[in-house]
């Protein structure tokens, strides 16, 4: 039977909480679907959540039912000859990337972090950087899910295809989704170069690099003109990864411990964060090495942040970077966070900050606790000016009015809710603001 209990649930960040009425933990389709009805009966809302690495509040149940997915882990069938693995929704990515590299097979792209469930991912729009593949939606070949009604339905390209098409990326409001079938190809070697780089040539070059490479994401250092440039493309050669020691000292105790310790000296001293951000820029040194795709995609981050990120059209982005630095130098903002910056092919998901559009992400961080300042209601009335498209998962503003004026399909999408769930059993605040009632 599935596990019940009343707690309070808060997300990684710290910044959304919510007393549920009700938690349970279902170990299988059959069992989430009965709590789905039961819910109903009872006139409660349904929310599905899984790491809570989102920013909003996209997964607060509030005080309806809150899902979470810790006995949906299994692993039903890894196809080699379809080039395919299907896992149950609560799998974390961490998890599915281990399995799949001792079986010899990877996923084609995958963002920065390991943590989430994979169900959390894609219903969120998670994705890296790439120029020919794009987020882990989009590497969805089939899903399960269950409806208002508690049915339990499938869907493909060739099988409810309309469904498919909204719930790969869906936010949560058309159903739980129990399980998910990834496409897989034969696991791969990246070599990473990374290499410091001054702002104004990576901008000049930044059509070249984004060309060029098949990966290829900036960091910018704000109140500095130092940027940190990755570049991942596919090796033949044997792997080279780094020593574990420098692997260690490098991308977990001065990306993590150390920085951490800058970021709280940062928010007690404002006026030391110029100096903080010159120091952090001039510690990224030049480096190259190799290894599986998934441990050179991802990496530990336990500096604990709020996130906003938009999705700009890809040809906007260099005039959108200009704008965003000239912002922040005519501000009184002190800003120890870098801002990210990736890049996506366009897709043909509804709701994916990519759909129809070739895109440019751009990602902008505090540290937790430190007065928002307006620096977050600036960027987001930057990024709107040239139709960004907020990441679903990370904060913002808008509203469905806005964008459904961001979205080709976004009608599609609100009519094909209507129809699976009318009495939105999964709604909450969030959703209601950004899709409507």
Not at 87 to 94: A, C, I, N, Q, Y
Not at 296 to 313: G, L
Not at 340 to 364: C, F, M, N, Q
């Amino acid at each position: 039977m599935p596990q019940a209990s009343t707690t309070r649930w808060s997300n990684w960040a710290g910044n959304q909480s919510a007393r549920p009425s009700r938690v349970v933990s279902p170990a299988s389709t059959a069992e989430l679907a009965k709590e789905v009805l039961r819910a109903a009966d009872e006139g409660r809302t349904v929310k599905a959540v899984g790491a809570g690495h989102s920013f909003t509040a996209i997964a607060s149940a509030g005080d309806g039912v809150l899902v979470r997915p810790t006995g949906l882990t299994a692993v039903r069938e890894l196809d080699r000859t379809a080039g395919t693995v299907t896992v149950e929704s609560g799998l974390p990515l961490s998890a599915l990337n281990q399995l799949l590299a001792s079986a010899g097979l990877s996923l084609t792209n995958m963002g920065d972090i390991e943590v989430q469930t994979v169900a959390g991912a894609t219903s969120t729009g998670t994705h890296g950087t790439g120029r020919d593949s794009g987020s882990l939606a989009a590497q969805v070949r089939a899903l399960e899910i269950v409806l208002a009604d508690g049915t339990v339905r499938t869907c493909s390209p060739t099988e409810d295809p309309e469904l498919f098409q909204g719930a790969r990326l869906g936010l949560g409001a058309l159903g739980v989704v129990s399980a998910l079938t990834f496409g897989v190809e034969p696991a791969f070697l990246l070599t990473a170069h990374e290499q410091p780089m001054r702002f104004d040539r990576v901008l000049d070059r930044f059509e070249e690099f984004a060309t060029v490479n098949e990966h290829f994401e900036f960091y910018w250092f704000p109140h500095t003109e130092l940027c940190s440039t990755k570049r991942n493309n596919r090796s033949q050669g044997r792997a080279r990864p780094l020593p574990p020691f420098k692997s260690w000292l490098e991308d977990d105790f001065l990306s993590n411990t150390v920085w951490e310790g800058a970021c709280r000296i940062g928010r007690t001293f404002p006026a030391a964060v110029p100096a903080i951000a010159q120091l952090a820029g001039r510690a990224w040194s030049e480096r190259t090495y190799t290894d599986l795709a998934y441990k050179v995609f991802t990496s530990p981050r336990r500096v604990r942040f709020v996130e906003m990120e938009y999705a700009v059209p890809r040809e906007a982005a260099t005039t959108v970077l200009r704008e965003l630095k000239a912002l922040v130098e005519r501000s009184n903002w002190r800003i120890s966070f870098p801002v990210e910056v990736r890049i996506a092919p366009a897709d043909d998901l509804w709701l994916s900050t990519a759909s129809g559009r070739d895109t440019v992400y751009i990602a902008v961080h505090l540290y937790r606790g430190t007065p928002e300042q307006g620096y977050f209601t600036e960027v987001e009335r930057l990024m709107t000016a040239h139709q960004g498209r907020p990441h679903w998962g990370k904060l913002h503003t808008r509203d469905a009015e806005y964008l459904a004026s961001v979205y080709p399909r976004f009608g599609e999408f609100t009519a094909l809710r209507d129809r699976l769930d009318p009495g939105r059993l999964f709604a909450n605040p969030y959703l209601r603001r950004v899709l409507g009632e």
